[in-house]
């Protein structure tokens, strides 16, 4: 993705807390979604962010501090279907998405 | 189920054809927008519509083309189509809150 930064793969145990960090250029900046997608399956919504701080919806967290260009999606009590990818994805004018090569995360029993 | 459908769910065709894929948003949803996925490249932002208008480009070739009909569904249209061509299209829909819905996606091979 354009100048959006995410680690390519990650290994947890299920279980376990996980955080996935993403990177993205702050100029132009609209909000920041993450999305989960299992392989060959569409991305499914998990969270959106416009202003700095935490998020909570359940098991899954994510804040954003826009000063710094970063965010970071927490995923706690991880459950084997987790394993799948993270997708990070800013949002700019328009209502545009400009999405990052996303995080694949394998949970291990 | 996002409520976003899109046909064909396969389609397997040969270099140098020209395919249509479909879309209808969400009931309520007046943007539509349509994405590439290989697997190499990522989730690619091609071309958005709103209301029938397009609103946003993004890393579209010139071999494709897309519209949006005034009962809001979404076609995408690949012209002269190349090897390089084969990947996921998903096409998108969103309302007022921000959020994108995705559809389940169309895998189009090209041999």
């Known amino acids: 993705g354009q100048n959006i930064d995410q680690p390519t793969e990650m290994t947890a145990t299920e279980g376990a807390i996980v955080q996935i960090n993403c990177t993205y250029q702050?100029?132009?900046?609209?909000?920041l979604f993450w999305y989960q997608q299992h392989a060959g399956e569409a991305p499914t919504f998990l969270s959106y962010?416009?202003?700095?701080g935490l998020e909570e919806k359940g098991r899954f967290s994510s804040f954003l501090s826009r000063s710094k260009g970063y965010s970071y999606l927490l995923l706690k009590e991880l459950q084997m279907k987790d394993s799948a990818s993270y997708l990070c994805?800013?949002?700019?004018?328009?209502?545009?998405?400009?999405f990052g090569g996303g995080t694949r995360l394998m949970v291990k029993p | 189920d996002s409520g976003v459908t899109q046909t064909p769910k396969h389609l397997i065709t040969a270099t140098g054809q020209r395919v249509t894929l479909r879309c209808s948003p969400r009931s309520g949803d007046l943007s539509v927008y349509w994405y590439q996925q290989s697997l190499d490249q990522g989730l690619q932002f091609l071309i958005q519509?709103?209301?029938?208008?397009?609103?946003a480009k993004g890393n579209i070739l010139e071999r494709f083309s897309a519209q949006q009909f005034p009962d809001l569904h979404s076609e995408l249209n690949l012209s002269s189509l190349e090897l390089g061509d084969s990947a996921l299209y998903f096409c998108?829909?969103?309302?007022?809150?921000?959020?994108?819905?995705f559809g389940p996606g169309t895998r189009l091979t090209v041999l």
């Open positions: 519509y709103y209301n029938g208008e397009e609103r």
């Open positions: 702050t100029s132009g900046f609209n909000g």
């Open positions: 962010n416009v202003l700095d």
């Open positions: 994805a800013q949002k700019r004018a328009g209502n545009m998405l400009t």
């Open positions: 998108a829909s969103s309302g007022i809150n921000n959020e994108q819905f």
